[in-house]
C-alpha cells in the first residue's frame, strides 16, 4: 500500500434520502481503539453491532460491544505478527482471520485462522496454499464456507465446512498483476444468492464469480465502474444491487450499484487516512482508518488514538 499525507477527518456521514430519519444524536459517531502502534487493518461486525478489529502493528484482536466507545483487546497480540481481514461466522462461533507470522518464513506465513467468537481462543489455523501468499480479506457463503483472497498469489482460496485444508478455488489470467509484485486481489463480498465479488487493487477492477452447483468457481465477469474504482481495498455486499467499496489511497468509501453488466459509482464520504476496509452494522458502515503508511516507514507519525468511523450509508432507491 502507498503512503499518502494525513488528511483531516472531512466528512462522517453524507445527506440520505428524505424518506430515512436521521442517525440519533447519542448514537456512536466513532470508536477508539487501543494503544500508539495498534495500526488497524481489518473489521467485522456481529448481528449485535459488535465490531471486531484486527492489528496489524500489535498482531491483537480488539472487540467494541454495542454502545461501547473504546475497543479493549480480545486475543492478545504478540510479536512480529498481523490480523489482516477479518469475519464473524456466528453460526459455528467462529472469528476468522487473515494472519501474517514473520516468524515462520521460509514455511509459508500467511494463514487462516479461526478463533472461538466468545472466547477468542485460537481453534485452527490454515495455511495458504503454495509456499508464498498473503490472505487479505474474508467471506463465507450461506453454507458456512469460507473464501479469502490470496492478493500475492492472485488467487481466491476456500476452506470448506467442517475442512481442515485451504485449496486454491479461482485463479484466472485477469487477477494477474500489470507490475510484479502489485497487490492484486482484496476486498471480496457475498451477495447472499450464490455470487461472490472481489476487487484488485492495482487496477481497479470488480468481478463478479459465481458459486456454481457443484461448489466450484465460475469463470470471472468484470464489472466496469464509472467513474473508476481507484486502490479499491475492503468490500461488503449492502442490498439487491449495491456494494459498498473502501477506496484506500484517495481516502474515500463509496456504494457501486451495478446492473445490466456495469456498475454506477457514488462517493459516500471521503477525508480518511488511508482506510483499509469496512463492517456493516443495524446503523451504518464502521470504517477504519489504518495509516498503515507510517508503519511501512513513511515520514511522519499517525494521528492518534486509531479509530473506526461511522458513516451513514444512503437507502437504496426505490425500484419503479
Given amino acids: 500500500m502507498r503512503s499518502t499525507r494525513w488528511l ?14 436521521p442517525p440519533e444524536e447519542s448514537a456512536r459517531a466513532e470508536v477508539q481503539l487501543p494503544g500508539e502502534d495498534f495500526y488497524p487493518e481489518g473489521i467485522a461486525s456481529s448481528s449485535d453491532g459488535t465490531l ?14 454495542p454502545g461501547e466507545l473504546g475497543a479493549h483487546v480480545f486475543v492478545p497480540g504478540r510479536p512480529a505478527f498481523g490480523i489482516y481481514g477479518l469475519a464473524v461466522d456466528e453460526a459455528h462461533g467462529t472469528l476468522w482471520a487473515c494472519t501474517y507470522d514473520d516468524t515462520l518464513p521460509p514455511a509459508q506465513p500467511s494463514h487462516l485462522a479461526a478463533y472461538g467468537l466468545a472466547t477468542g481462543e485460537l481453534k485452527a489455523s490454515h495455511p495458504l496454499p503454495g509456499s508464498s501468499g498473503f490472505c487479505n480479506d474474508i467471506a463465507l457463503d450461506a453454507a458456512g464456507n469460507v473464501y ?28 494477474a498483476p500489470v507490475v510484479e509484485g502489485d497487490f492484486t486481489l482484496n476486498g471480496i463480498a457475498y451477495d447472499g444468492a450464490g455470487t461472490l465479488y472481489v476487487v484488485k487493487s492495482d487496477t481497479g477492477t470488480l468481478f463478479s464469480i459465481a458459486i456454481q452447483a457443484d461448489g466450484s468457481a465460475g469463470a470471472p465477469v468484470t464489472i466496469p465502474v464509472e467513474p473508476a474504482l481507484e486502490a479499491p481495498d475492503g468490500l461488503e455486499w449492502l442490498d439487491a444491487q449495491r456494494l459498498l467499496v473502501v477506496e484506500n489511497t484517495p481516502g474515500r468509501v463509496s456504494v457501486v450499484t451495478h446492473s445490466g453488466g456495469s456498475g454506477t459509482k457514488e462517493v459516500i464520504a471521503n477525508g480518511f487516512g488511508e482506510p483499509t476496509t ?10 477504519l482508518e489504518a495509516q498503515l503508511g507510517f508503519f511501512f516507514g513513511a515520514p511522519g507519525v499517525p494521528s492518534l488514538p486509531f479509530r473506526v468511523h461511522r458513516v451513514v450509508v444512503p437507502q437504496a432507491p426505490l425500484l419503479p
Fill in 52 to 65: 471486531y478489529v484486527g492489528s496489524v502493528g500489535t498482531g491483537a484482536i480488539a472487540r467494541a460491544r
Fill in 8 to 21: 483531516s477527518l472531512l466528512t462522517l456521514v453524507t445527506a440520505v434520502s428524505a424518506c430515512e430519519p
Fill in 278 to 287: 469496512a463492517a456493516l452494522t443495524d446503523d451504518g458502515a464502521w470504517v
Fill in 148 to 175: 479469502a483472497t490470496d492478493t500475492l498469489a492472485n488467487t481466491v482460496v476456500r476452506l470448506a465446512v467442517g475442512g481442515n485444508e485451504l485449496t486454491t478455488w479461482a485463479e484466472d489470467e485477469a487477477f
